[in-house]
């Protein structure tokens, strides 16, 4: 499937989205990456997308649907970085939240989520360990996008590193028992997902592996 439309990047400057924003450019998508500093305008130009600026923590309604008023497709690659559970659950729960809701007001269908692997209210980590209120908010915005009527695709990768990757993951019994995954893994997956409507509607877990992406996709 062609992607005749921009593609608006929530989390613009994060190391996926930058990745993935290379990759769609240079196959001639329009891409859009909404930073929140407007510093990070150049690396965002660098990576062949259109900078953004806007907090998505702070605008209104009205602004988050004007940010993706004429988007084909939103990718979610944003995150508040831990530390601060106030302000995580702000933005990868109320945020993303809005986010979808914008879409589906906007008329924007298809959204592409980054979770990780084995987000969901079943994710098992403790309330006093650091990592709960990021566990939390994903797994409550992923909740609420399965209860949209948007093209949704879930990504959930396992740990990620910043090791060479890309063309091939593991999916199921292909997983690495550590679960590590390249960035350049998710931001390949991401570009992949976009062009295949098979996609929509699945949580699609990986790792890095030994399948090639579109052979891995369609065996998930």
Do not use: Q
């Amino acid at each position: 499937m062609d992607i005749d439309k921009p593609v608006t990047i929530i989390g613009g400057h994060g190391k996926v989205a930058l990745r993935a924003a290379r990759i769609l450019s240079d196959s001639g998508v329009d891409v859009y990456s909404v930073i929140r500093d407007p510093d990070h305008a150049g690396d965002v130009r660098a990576a062949g997308a259109t900078p953004v600026v806007a907090d998505v923590e702070k605008i209104d309604d009205d602004e988050f649907r004007e940010v993706l008023r004429g988007s084909g497709a939103v990718v979610w690659s944003a995150g508040a970085g831990g530390g601060n559970p106030t302000r995580t659950y702000a933005v990868d729960r109320d945020a993303a939240i809005r986010s979808m809701d914008a879409c589906v007001a906007e008329g924007v269908e298809r959204y592409v989520m980054v979770s990780y692997d084995g987000a969901g209210p079943d994710h098992g980590v403790p309330e006093d360990n650091s990592f709960f209120p990021y566990a939390e908010a994903k797994a409550a915005a992923d909740a609420h996008l399965r209860g949209t009527d948007l093209h949704w695709t879930i990504l959930g990768p396992g740990a990620l590193t910043d090791e060479p990757g890309g063309m091939t993951i593991g999916v199921g019994a292909g997983k690495r028992e550590d679960r590590r995954t390249s960035r350049d893994a998710v931001a390949e997956v991401i570009a992949a997902v976009l062009r295949r409507p098979d996609t929509i509607g699945r949580t699609i877990d990986f790792s890095d592996g030994d399948t090639r992406i579109g052979e891995a996709l369609t065996r998930e």
